[in-house]
């Protein structure tokens, strides 16, 4: 499979813990995106990536997240002391310069 | 104001109908127009990019009225397998410089045999 793959697809935690996303993206993509979507609504945009630099943040993104791509390749999305309104959908997408964005299946948190 | 606008639905229409969506979007400086298809519990897929004179792809219709800052979603002889979330999403040049795209809430269609 050739497509852009999330790890894991699913996490039940408790609140205050601490969680990692992982993303890999499509090989030849230089764009990686973090998005959040809760049920109801679209994806709301986190963060993104060109090669191993993150050049934009949400101002949805708390102290507690943070991302790195760091060899450009894939990306890890962390939560620190999750909270229940942390409780969502985290798509990661990737693209080429600019071009189609393709989505993973997401990684569906829980907070309990 | 919000950034994008999109009837959130549903939509209940009977199979062969025709049913339109518009999403209304607030910033002139938009530059690139999709839709986006969900189906439940999985991911967002491009379904067309939207061009200025309008584009069709089969039964569906996507049309841009920069005017009055809409895009349109036109499905024709819809079927069963059209049942899904539609979301429209713009991609504008960001206040860093770079691209980001940006999605409405989705409007949820199901068609009924």
């Known amino acids: 499979d050739t497509g852009v793959s999330q790890d894991p697809r699913h996490k039940i935690t408790k609140r205050g813990q601490n969680v990692t996303f992982r993303c890999d993206p499509i090989?030849?993509?230089?764009?990686l995106y973090w998005y959040r979507q809760t049920l109801g609504q679209g994806p709301e945009f986190l963060t993104y990536?060109?090669?191993?630099?993150?050049?934009?943040k949400s101002r949805l993104l708390s102290d507690r997240f943070s991302a790195e791509r760091p060899k450009g390749s894939f990306s890890t999305l962390e939560i620190q002391r999750t909270e229940q309104g942390d409780s969502a959908m985290y798509l990661c997408?990737?693209?080429?310069?600019?071009?189609?964005?393709?989505f993973g299946e997401g990684s569906r948190l829980t907070v309990l | 104001r919000k950034e994008v606008e999109q009837d959130p639905g549903p939509f209940n229409v009977p199979e062969g109908a025709t049913v339109a969506f518009n999403c209304t979007y607030s910033?002139?400086?938009?530059?690139?127009f999709f839709w986006y298809r969900q189906d439940c519990r999985k991911e967002p897929k491009l379904l067309m990019s939207?061009?200025?004179s309008g584009n069709e792809d089969g039964r569906f219709t996507a049309q841009l009225n920069r005017a009055s800052q809409y895009i349109s979603l036109l499905i024709r002889d819809s079927k069963l397998s059209d049942s899904a979330t539609y979301l429209c999403?713009?991609?504008?040049?960001?206040?860093?410089?770079?691209?980001?795209?940006?999605f409405g809430t989705g409007t949820r269609l199901t068609i009924i045999p």
């Open positions: 997408a990737s693209s080429f310069s600019g071009g189609e964005l393709f």
């Open positions: 090989s030849e993509h230089n764009r």
């Open positions: 990536f060109q090669n191993e630099a993150q050049l934009e």
């Open positions: 910033n002139s400086a938009s530059q690139s």
């Open positions: 939207v061009y200025s």
């Open positions: 999403a713009f991609k504008r040049v960001s206040n860093f410089g770079n691209e980001k795209l940006t």
